[in-house]
Nanobody, 123 residues
Framework: QVQLVESGGGLVQAGGSLALSCAAS????????LGWFRQVPGKEREFVAA????????YYATAVQGRFTISRDNAKNTVYLQMNSLKPEDTAVYFC????????????????WGQGTQVTVYS
C-alpha cells in the first residue's frame, strides 16, 4: 500500500492559478503511477490528469487540457498539478490517486486515495 498526502489548494479568482502537490510514502511507493481526480458534491469523481512513472507520459481530461500541467519528481515520490486559467467549474475537491505499476483513469481502478484538498474558484 501507499500513503498519499496532498497539499495546496485554496481560494482563487477565475483566471488565476493554484498548485497542488502529493507526496507518496511507503516501502513500494516508487512503483506506483500517480494522478489526480476531482469531485463536486452530488457527482462522481472524475479523472483530471495522470503521469506515467517511467516514461513520463502525461494524460489529461479534455476539460483541463492546455490549462493544467502534471509533473512528477521521482526522487521525492511526489506528483504536482499546476492549474492555470482556472474557471469556476474547476471548483471541486481534488484527490491524489495511485495505482501499482500503472495509471488509473477510472475511479474504481485507483488503489489508493489522498484525503482530498478543496479548490474553489470564484468569478
Amino acid at each position: 500500500q501507499v500513503q498519499l498526502v496532498e497539499s495546496g489548494g485554496g481560494l482563487v479568482q477565475a483566471g488565476g492559478s493554484l498548485a497542488l502537490s502529493c507526496a507518496a510514502s511507503g516501502p513500494t511507493s516508487s512503483n506506483y503511477g500517480l494522478g489526480w481526480f476531482r469531485q463536486v458534491p452530488g457527482k462522481e469523481r472524475e479523472f483530471v490528469a495522470a503521469m506515467s512513472r517511467i516514461l513520463g507520459t502525461t494524460y489529461y481530461a479534455t476539460a483541463v487540457q492546455g490549462r493544467f500541467t502534471i509533473s512528477r519528481d521521482n526522487a521525492k515520490n511526489t506528483v504536482y498539478l499546476q492549474m492555470n486559467s482556472l474557471k469556476p467549474e474547476d471548483t471541486a475537491v481534488y484527490f491524489c490517486t495511485a495505482k501499482y505499476s500503472g495509471l488509473c483513469f477510472a475511479a474504481d481502478a485507483c488503489e489508493s486515495w489522498g484525503q482530498g484538498t478543496q479548490v474553489t474558484v470564484y468569478s
